[in-house]
T-cell receptor, first 115, second 110 residues
Framework: GAVVSQHPSWVICKSGTSVKIECRSL??????MFWYRQFPKQSLMLMAT?????????EQGVEKDKFLINHASLTLSTLTVTSAHPEDSSFYIC???????????FGSGTRLTVV | QKEVEQNSGPLSVPEGAIASLNCTYS??????FFWYRQYSGKSPELIMF????GDKEDGRFTAQLNKASQYVSLLIRDSQPSDSATYLC??????????FGEGTQLTVNP
């Protein structure tokens, strides 16, 4: 089946530093990837839609200068959390649509803790 | 009004029983509806999706869709303790984006 590989699975960083999260589609090409954030006991909130070769589309309230998205190839999208602060600590998950009959598949998620 | 509303739970059923999970959505333009299962600390796993009115069965799972009522449900037959998780309803909205409900936490008691 279609697999989206996400790394790292967890990361702890100091306040003010930047963290990069990678998502790769392993056996299919993902023209579009979606980035979600999930706080404890809450649902997934869409942050942005990443399109290969073009600028990402951010949801209302998401700072595009803080959450940098790059989708340089059909198999790789990255999310960089810049100048991270403790309130950015969350579970970040990427997703890609595999096809009309397969739905959307998710990466394994990245647990970010900013100290 | 929230875009997607699910029965708040938590829902507790005995092993072997039928678990019923409900979801309503506000976007009448939604055409496809996805059910995901999420274990604590993990990312969501697709259970099934439905896009036609009526029922769709896959093993122990049955999804039901009523577009006129803007209602979708998931039935789990012969519930097992391993089914204990949070179940997320996600209509496909404009821009081919999934919009998630807050989820229903299900506990299946042995």
């Amino acid at each position: 089946g279609a697999v989206v590989s996400q790394h790292p699975s967890w990361v702890i960083c100091k306040s003010g530093t930047s963290v990069k999260i990678e998502c790769r589609s392993l056996d299919f090409q993902a023209t579009t990837m979606f980035w979600y954030r999930q706080f404890p006991k809450q649902s997934l909130m869409l942050m942005a839609t990443s399109n290969e070769g073009s600028k990402a589309t951010y949801e209302q309230g998401v700072e595009k200068d803080k959450f940098l998205i790059n989708h340089a190839s059909l198999t790789l999208s990255t999310l960089t959390v810049t100048s991270a602060h403790p309130e950015d600590s969350s579970f970040y998950i990427c997703s890609a649509r595999v096809g009309a009959n397969y739905g959307y598949t998710f990466g394994s998620g990245t647990r970010l803790t900013v100290v | 009004q929230k875009e997607v509303e699910q029965n708040s739970g938590p829902l507790s059923v005995p092993e072997g029983a039928i678990a019923s999970l409900n979801c309503t959505y506000s976007d009448r333009g939604s055409q496809s509806f996805f059910w995901y299962r999420q274990y604590s600390g993990k990312s969501p796993e697709l259970i099934m999706f439905i896009y036609s009115n009526g029922d769709k069965e896959d093993g122990r799972f049955t999804a039901q869709l009523n577009k006129a009522s803007q209602y979708v449900s998931l039935l789990i037959r012969d519930s097992q303790p391993s089914d204990s998780a949070t179940y997320l309803c996600a209509p496909l909205t404009s821009g081919s984006r999934l919009t998630f409900g807050e989820g229903t936490q299900l506990t299946v008691n042995p």
